[in-house]
């Protein structure tokens, strides 16, 4: 597992990682939409042929959310683990595809299809690592497990949920997240604060003589408020070149034309980074409800419910997993860099554990949750090898 990205058996392996995953992107698992079924039984079929140890992962109510495959080696020592999802984002209107989101075609050096880029061409490139390592576990110390997330595009994550609460698995000592895009290793993302507002008023007749201010007006000022409110800058300290930034994504109320609703409800999403934390975002949201409710107060004061919260998280360059990520990146003659990624991730879940993750490096891309989703094959020789090689480094392959 330490040689070169171009050495024998590559082209072989390249093939048959393609072969499966056009398999995967063949069978539609769209999150919280298709039976994930049969994505499962493709990757089961393929695991069992190769005797790589592998079990259904289930939430609390006995669904399928993942499929975990544990890799032990002959020695004891930390484990480590890739993960991808293949379930998928929607599809969006069809019409407007050139090619069927569940094609699986190769074409013109792209793998076509929904999935293709995140992330099932991640997971078979995963999946044929494990099977490497399953034959050979003499040679490290540890384990390797392979999560296959089949409740991530839900936003529920159920099958990371699952693994990490699990009593038989081991916890991971780091996770390296297969998302697509070349250039860059994702060591950082911002995090969240989530919550919804609901916002009251006496309700009317909207041709009263008497002037009532509904729930509609007083939520249009919250929104105000909001969007007017001050957020630091980038948070240089910690390596962030992103500030935090809070954004009004729902807001719901009323009904037809004659009356004014007594009640609103507004969705606010924060994106967070170390210096400006769950509890920062929490306190700016609740004062500008004070001044709302300061400025127009009713009898019933404006409500807000926390709905999510995950923290920021960033490696260092010389941290595991994104050291070994990065150091075989460029051993391979890959111009990357260390990122932080304004959205969130399955690393922002993790680092709430105090699991350290990296959040991407793939292969390039186009199309992803869009139209026309397609992951690049012409890199895929050397992405694989450098995954290859940072496993090899972190379980100590001889």
């Given at each position: 597992m330490t040689g070169g990205p171009r050495e024998a058996g590559q082209d072989e392996t390249t093939r048959s990682v393609v072969k499966l995953a056009q398999e995967l992107v063949r069978r539609p698992s769209r999150g919280g939409i298709d039976d994930y079924?049969?994505?499962?039984?493709?990757l089961e079929e393929w695991l069992t042929a190769r005797t790589v140890p592998h079990r259904r992962l289930h939430d609390g109510a006995g669904a399928p959310v993942g499929l975990?495959?544990?890799?032990?080696?002959?020695?004891?020592?930390?484990w480590w683990t890739l993960d991808a999802c293949v379930d998928t984002a929607p599809y969006g209107d069809t019409t407007r595809w050139s090619f069927h989101p569940t094609c699986g075609q190769e074409r013109d050096g792209w793998l076509l299809g929904r999935?293709?880029?995140?992330?099932?061409?991640?997971?078979?490139?995963?999946?044929?690592?494990?099977?490497?390592?399953?034959?050979?576990?003499?040679?490290?110390?540890?384990?390797?497990?392979?999560?296959?997330?089949?409740?991530?595009?839900?936003?529920?994550?159920?099958?990371?949920?699952?693994?990490?609460?699990?009593?038989?698995?081991a916890r991971p000592a780091g996770v390296i997240i297969g998302y697509p895009g070349l250039d860059e290793v994702v060591v950082g993302g911002r995090g969240l604060w989530r919550a919804t507002?609901?916002?009251?008023?006496?309700?009317?007749?909207?041709?009263?003589?008497?002037?009532?201010?509904?729930?509609?007006?007083?939520?249009?000022?919250?929104?105000?408020?909001?969007?007017a409110a001050e957020l630091p800058g980038p948070d240089d300290a910690s390596g962030f070149s992103l500030g935090p930034k809070l954004t009004v994504t729902?807001?719901?109320?009323?009904?037809?034309?004659?009356?004014?609703?007594?009640?609103?409800?507004?969705?606010?999403?924060?994106?967070?980074?170390?210096?400006?934390?769950?509890?920062?975002?929490?306190?700016?949201?609740?004062?500008?409800?004070?001044?709302l409710d300061a400025?127009?107060?009713?009898?019933?004061?404006?409500?807000?419910?926390?709905?999510?919260?995950?923290?920021a998280f960033r490696l260092e360059e010389d941290e595991q997993p994104a050291a070994a990520l990065l150091s075989a990146a460029r051993a391979a003659g890959l111009d990357?860099?260390?990122?932080?990624?304004?959205?969130?991730n399955i690393g922002n879940l993790l680092a709430g554990h105090g699991i350290p993750a990296t959040a991407g490096f793939g292969v390039p891309y186009e199309g992803l949750h869009g139209i026309d989703e397609r992951a690049s094959l012409a890199e895929l020789p050397d992405v694989y090898a450098v995954h290859r090689r940072a496993v090899a480094a972190l379980l100590g392959v001889r």
């Open positions: 079924g049969p994505v499962l039984g493709v975990l495959v544990e890799v032990a080696g002959d020695r004891p020592g930390p999935g293709a880029a995140d992330s099932k061409l991640a997971a078979a490139m995963y999946c044929h690592i494990a099977a490497d390592l399953a034959a050979r576990r003499n040679d490290f110390a540890g384990g390797l497990a392979v999560l296959l997330d089949v409740d991530e595009h839900t936003g529920d994550f159920g099958g990371a949920r699952a693994y990490l609460a699990d009593p038989h698995a507002i609901a916002v009251h008023a006496p309700s009317g007749h909207s041709g009263s003589s008497r002037t009532v201010i509904g729930a509609v007006t007083r939520a249009a000022r919250l929104v105000g408020l909001l969007d729902a807001f719901h109320g009323g009904e037809g034309f004659s009356v004014t609703p007594d009640r609103v409800d507004i969705n606010v999403d924060v994106r967070t980074t170390p210096s400006f934390d769950a509890h920062d975002a929490e306190t700016l949201v609740r004062e500008a409800v004070a001044e400025e127009l107060p009713v009898l019933v004061p404006t409500e807000v419910a926390e709905v999510a919260s995950w923290p990357v860099r260390a990122k932080t990624a304004g959205p969130s």
